[in-house]
């Protein structure tokens, strides 16, 4: 090779050289540079941005960090995003240490993508004023969703706080994701703290975080807890957790009371023994529906359709109810006999009317429109067969229209209005009582021969009060009961007469029912005190009346029973059957002072002039029959 060219090649080849070791000693100096630069140069102009777009005031306290690769990784320590400024909270968001990789190709496509986020202790704080406004409204927040897209996200030890004064609610939630990339349910959370002023306790476990930015998307859910004496389960799916807005789950309920549900979901609910129910609860928007939910109330079972629609001032609820088998006990809370707690409510002292006032809050809190079909009733004394009930509330007035009870064989048949606008509460009933049996109403009298008559009355009253036992202590109107044909006992007859020969005789021969001409109870009620009009049973062999008064103020018994013999007798001391006392141990007794003094006189008079002495014991059958015509005449008006 000519020496020029060999020298030509050896000076390319130096400059080769020494534009590669340039190249090197360039990116070598480029790396140094990048891997001593001072990130933390950047903390002001980022903070600046975030407290522009949140409107509030955001410090990087820690070390800011960048490792530089196809996915660089940006790491800050120490982040602090203020609250609002009403809040007496000033930070409402804390993270100890925030990793974040970014997809550089997105970046070609107009969008961000962090390909993975890591949060270590994250502690946020929502929260509620008085007013109802949310710390989570920024002043100056943008919806930029659209161009900002997240891999995957990793909370270590978050925490999470719930805090709502007006509803005496705080939550601590405390958050964990699993480190399995397909976790079913990467989300665990334990709550604990207070919501409506009970103590609470919740575990929830859910989807990734990520997929709550996608409200088209429902989020799996799956949790249980307590709140007061509440318990509950859930299974499905929900589109916003924080509103539980498209919720559909599978749900269990159990408690000791349904009214203690008030203050945790304001569900006016009556007091009731322990239950527990299970459904497909389901909400969207203002709409909640529990659907074809099944359980037991106490010791009923309960099923049906229950929906609340709070798009409504006040809500309204529509509810479709039946039970198979229903314990009339279970229903005492309707009428104040159970306390909120599900617990008996006595009435003091020796009463025994329901004497704990309605919770006025709750007649407003709704607007119902609820059915409810007993198909069968279980009691311990009465003949009860089955109920059917339309209950309406509009504006705190409710209207049960009818209420249907099925007793004896025949109907209790009910309308019934009831307005809370005003106090004390002011109610209007009218009754209809329908071809009760009277051998299925007093199954006892069935044993003594007393067992074909047919009952029919009615009665209408009003009154005022919050209480069962102050509306009828108030009461006002007038009452009928008219019983016409039918038996009962020769010996019950008898005995109501104190005809003692009679008796004996009937002892000796054998007892047999007597026919009923009518028996009748007609009776005025004036605040609260029912005195009777016309009281009468009408037989073949005697005519009984009845006087005096029951004062459902004092509940107490005040009536006089007298038998007029229709028949001779021998041995008659006529004394009038006393029924007295309270309401709670009533007392049946004849007046001996009566029927003793007439057997004085017959004593006196036979040692006197002998046989003559029996005459005042005699009954000569006086007695006049009944004017029943009349009397079932005004009955059935």
């Known amino acids: 090779m000519p020496e020029h060219a060999k020298g030509q090649l050896e000076r390319k080849s130096s400059r080769r050289k020494r534009w590669l070791v340039a190249g090197v000693a360039l990116i070598s100096l480029t790396g140094a540079a990048i891997y001593l630069f001072e990130w933390n140069w950047f903390r002001p102009l980022i903070e600046r941005q975030v407290g522009n777009a949140t409107g509030r005031r955001f410090q990087m306290r820690g070390d800011l960090d960048v490792r530089l690769s196809r996915t660089p990784q940006i790491i800050a320590h120490d ?98 994701t699993s480190l399995q990339a397909n976790a079913p349910m990467p989300v665990s959370a334990d709550i604990g703290g207070r919501y409506q002023g009970l103590p609470t306790r919740v575990q929830l476990s859910g989807g990734a975080l990520l997929s709550l930015r996608d409200r088209k998307q429902p989020y799996p859910l799956r949790g249980s807890g307590q709140i007061g004496a509440t318990r509950f389960s859930a299974d499905g799916t929900v589109t916003d957790p924080l509103l539980l807005s498209g919720l559909a789950v599978n749900f269990s309920l159990a408690g000791r009371s349904l009214a203690e549900l008030f203050p945790i979901l304001h569900l006016p609910l009556p007091a009731t023994p322990d239950y527990q129910l299970k459904g497909r609860l389901e909400h969207a928007e ?55 707690q599900g ?17 006025l809050d709750k007649l407003r809190a709704a607007n119902v ?94 009154g005022k009060g919050n209480s069962i036992a102050a509306m009828l202590g108030s009461a006002n ?88 013999q229709k028949d001779m007798s021998l041995a008659a001391l006529r004394g009038p059957i006393l029924i007295t006392g309270p309401f709670k141990r009533p007392q049946i007794r004849p007046s001996l002072k009566q029927a003793t003094g007439r057997a004085a006189l017959a004593a006196v008079l036979g040692s006197v002039a002998g046989p003559l002495g029996l005459l005042p014991l005699l009954e000569l059958g006086d007695a006049k029959n009944g004017n029943c015509a009349e009397v079932l005449r005004r009955a059935g008006k």
């Open 79 to 176: 982040l602090v995003l203020a609250n609002a400024g009403w809040s007496e909270h000033p930070e409402m968001a804390t993270v100890k240490r925030l990793q974040v990789s970014v997809d550089l190709s997105s970046l070609w496509q107009g969008r961000v993508r962090l390909a993975h986020i890591e949060a270590d202790e994250p502690v946020l704080l929502l929260e509620r004023n008085r007013s109802g406004q949310g710390n989570w409204l920024f002043d100056a927040a943008k919806d930029d969703g659209d161009n900002l897209g997240i891999g995957r996200l990793v909370v270590r030890q978050g925490r999470l706080r719930w805090l709502d004064p007006a509803t005496k609610t705080d939550l601590l939630a405390e958050l964990d």
């Open 286 to 340: 203002q709409y909640w529906n529990l659907l074809d939910f099944q359980g037991k109330v106490g010791a009923s079972d309960l099923g049906g359709d229950f929906k609340v629609n709070r798009a409504y001032r006040p809500q309204f609820i529509l509810a479709d109810l039946r039970s198979r088998h229903l314990d009339l006990r279970d229903l005492s809370g309707f009428i104040g006999a159970r306390t909120e």
């Open 343 to 359: 617990e008996k409510a006595l009435p003091a002292g020796d009463k025994v009317l329901p004497q704990t006032p309605f919770n």
């Open 369 to 462: 429109d609820l059915r409810f079909h007993g198909q069968r009733i279980v009691t311990e004394k009465w003949p009860f067969d089955d109920l059917q009930a339309h209950m309406l509330v509009r504006d705190s007035r409710i209207d049960f229209k009818p209420l249907v009870l099925g007793i004896a064989g025949g109907k209790l048949n009910t309308i019934l209005h009831m307005d809370a606008r005003q106090t004390p509460i002011v109610s209007h009933a009218q009754i209809r009582v329908q071809k009760l049996e009277l051998k299925r109403l007093f199954p006892q009298l069935a044993m003594q021969k007393a067992s074909f008559g047919v009952i029919g009355g009615r009665a209408k009253l009003s």
């Open 477 to 564: 109107g007038d009452m009928v009961l008219a019983m016409n044909g039918g038996a009962i006992s020769k010996l019950l007859l008898r005995l109501a007469n104190l005809d003692l020969a009679n008796t004996l005789a009937v002892l000796l021969t054998g007892d047999k029912p007597v026919p009923i001409n009518c028996m009748v109870a007609d009776m005025a009620a004036k605040e609260g005190e029912l005195t009777v009009r016309t009281m009468l049973l009408d037989t073949s062999k005697q005519l009984i009346v009845g006087h005096g008064n029951i004062n459902m103020r004092t509940e107490q018994f005040d009536l006089k029973l007298v038998a007029d």
